[in-house]
């Protein structure tokens, strides 16, 4: 998947509340072939609407933001309701297509 993504010149970054410790921790056990960032001021999550009050935490969505800062893609995800990667590489190919 992160193959297709960098041939489409497409960059991947993933962003939560938790601490720089606990993301390096979570990148290096899983070898994530992207980057983690910690919005531990919470100003990302609040700015995209993703952060649940209620919890303390990000809520777990994807974006796809095109080279103008557009927002083509959402995708809301759960511990139950995985992410569709599938969809994802589409909407990203549709974008790249234009």
Same mark, same amino acid.
């Given at each position: 998947m %992160? @193959? +297709? $993504? *960098? !041939? $489409?010149n497409t960059e991947v970054l993933g962003i939560s509340v938790d601490s720089f410790a606990?993301? /390096? /921790?979570?990148?290096d056990e899983l070898k994530l072939p992207?980057? $983690? $960032?910690s919005d531990w001021d919470r100003k990302v999550? @609040?700015? %995209?609407g993703v952060f649940n009050f209620k919890? =303390?935490?990000?809520? +777990?969505v994807s974006f796809l933001i095109d080279k103008k =800062?557009?927002? *083509?893609? /959402? @995708? !809301?995800?759960t511990l139950i309701k995985p992410r569709n990667? /599938?969809?994802?590489? *589409?909407?990203?190919? !549709?974008v790249h297509a234009e």
């Open positions: %992160y @193959q +297709r $993504l *960098r !041939e $489409l606990s993301h /390096k /921790k979570f990148h992207f980057d $983690l $960032l999550t @609040q700015e %995209y919890e =303390g935490v990000a809520n +777990r =800062g557009i927002i *083509r893609f /959402k @995708q !809301e995800a990667i /599938k969809e994802m590489i *589409r909407s990203v190919e !549709e």
